[in-house]
Each structure stands twice: as structure tokens, then as C-alpha cells.
């Protein structure tokens, strides 16, 4: 019955789970084990029933808002960027490149990939430095001569 971490476990299971432990604890098993063959912890076991009754998962009542959710102004202003006419042609590259990505498992080489949609030409740089090994920017090349004068760029 493996069940990722963090799960949500429905309050009708939740119940059943508590029983079928409780049953094989009372024949003799380590509640640990019991646990681990359902796919909870012996914590979250223990959770569940420190109180009275089992109770129903508590981030089903959250009313807490998301902090980092995009506001509607927000969401609008982007939604408006991406249908200009200039940004549209950039939509089937990105898509295909997700496409690559996600299906085909492939990995995406920097040099295909969009950074910026204000400044596509924007690359990535590896710089190999242990403090910032790499940078978004565009590559430059200036040549001085040996009195500091700048004679190429």
C-alpha cells in the first residue's frame, strides 16, 4: 500500500487504517510494523490517534492564503504579454522544448533554451567560479592595449 510522504489520506481510510492496526497490535504485531505495511509511520499513526475520535486531515480546512500566488492584476498583465504579437512566435519553441524534456526524457542544452522573452539573445554563461559559478547575460570581449585604451569590443 506505499504512499508517498505528505499523501492526503481521506478521513473514511484514515479510520480504516487505524482499525486494521489496532486489530493486528492487539494479535501481536509491533505497531512499527504495522504501520510500515499500511504505508504510514508509527508517528503519523500516532498522530492521528492522540485524540478521542480520528480526526479528518486539517489541510483540508487551511484558510490561510498563499503567499507567493500570482494576483489576478498580475496574472492578467501576463496573460496580455504573451498574446502580443512579438512574443507569440516564441510559444511553439517553448512548447516543444517541454515536449523534449518531459516525453522524450531528453535533456535541454542551455543553448536552446529561452532565459529572458524581453532579451532572447540573453545566454548562459558558466563561469566555473566558486562564489557564482554561473550568469544570464550576453558574452562580451573587450581588447585593450597595454595603455589601457580599449581598441575592440
Known amino acids: 500500500m506505499g504512499r508517498k510522504s505528505g499523501e492526503l489520506i481521506i478521513l473514511s481510510d484514515r479510520k480504516n487504517y ?3 492496526i489496532e486489530t493486528a497490535c492487539s494479535e501481536g504485531a509491533k505497531q512499527k510494523d504495522a ?3 499500511i504505508g504510514i509511520t508509527a508517528r503519523t499513526f500516532q498522530r ?12 483540508l480546512n487551511n484558510k490561510t492564503p498563499t503567499h507567493n500566488k500570482l494576483p489576478e492584476s498580475i496574472k492578467m498583465e501576463i496573460i496580455e504579454l504573451i ?3 512579438e512574443y507569440r512566435s516564441l510559444t511553439p519553441h517553448q512548447i516543444n522544448l517541454i515536449k523534449r524534456r518531459i516525453f522524450n526524457n531528453e ?18 554563461i558558466n563561469k566555473g567560479k566558486a ?3 554561473v550568469e544570464l547575460g550576453l558574452r562580451v570581449c573587450i581588447v585593450e592595449d597595454a595603455s589601457g585604451y580599449i581598441l575592440n569590443h
Open 18 to 20: 487505524c482499525g486494521l
Open 35 to 37: 504501520c510500515e505495511i
Open 48 to 59: 492521528w490517534t492522540k485524540s478521542d475520535s480520528i480526526v479528518e486531515d486539517q489541510r
Open 83 to 85: 498574446n502580443k504579437k
Open 107 to 124: 535533456k535541454i542544452p542551455h543553448k536552446d533554451k529561452i532565459f529572458s522573452i524581453f532579451q532572447p539573445h540573453t545566454e548562459w
Open 131 to 133: 562564489g557564482v559559478p
